[in-house]
């Protein structure tokens, strides 16, 4: 079993710049690929990074390419979302999960056993 716990959530304005971290325990996280993703109201969740458990692999969805930045330190069983440049429509809950699965990069929810209980990301215009 391993128990995720997402921080960082928080208020911003447009163009600024968060970072979100997961804590992770109770498992041996070096063997988990994790993955961020979010839901905003009304919308279904949607895959945002995944990284690979050696950071050899790293993958991100259209809309958040070349602004958010996935890392992982697996020394502190810890998985990072640098968010930069944020925009309104980035205003979501956002969750880690982690997976054992070689077929994180498809981003598909079923595969990804663990996930935190989330945080909330607002972004005002």
């Known amino acids: 079993q391993v128990q995720l716990v997402e921080s960082g959530g928080g208020l911003v304005q447009g163009g600024d710049s968060l970072r979100l971290s997961c804590a992770a325990s109770?498992?041996?996280?070096?063997?988990?690929?994790m993955g961020w993703f979010r839901q905003a109201p009304g919308k279904e969740r949607e895959f945002v990074a995944g990284?690979?458990?050696?950071?050899?692999?790293?993958v991100y969805v259209a809309s958040v390419k070349g602004r958010f930045t996935i890392s992982r330190d697996n020394a502190k069983n810890m998985v990072y979302l640098q968010m930069n440049s944020l925009k309104p429509e980035d205003t979501a809950e956002y969750y880690c999960?982690?997976?054992?699965?070689?077929?994180?990069?498809?981003?598909?929810?079923?595969?990804?056993?663990?996930w935190g209980q989330g945080t909330q990301v607002t972004v005002s215009s």
């Open positions: 999960a982690a997976t054992a699965s070689s077929s994180f990069f498809t981003g598909q929810e079923k595969i990804y056993s663990y």
């Open positions: 109770g498992g041996a996280f070096g063997r988990y690929a």
């Open positions: 990284i690979s458990w050696n950071d050899a692999f790293i």
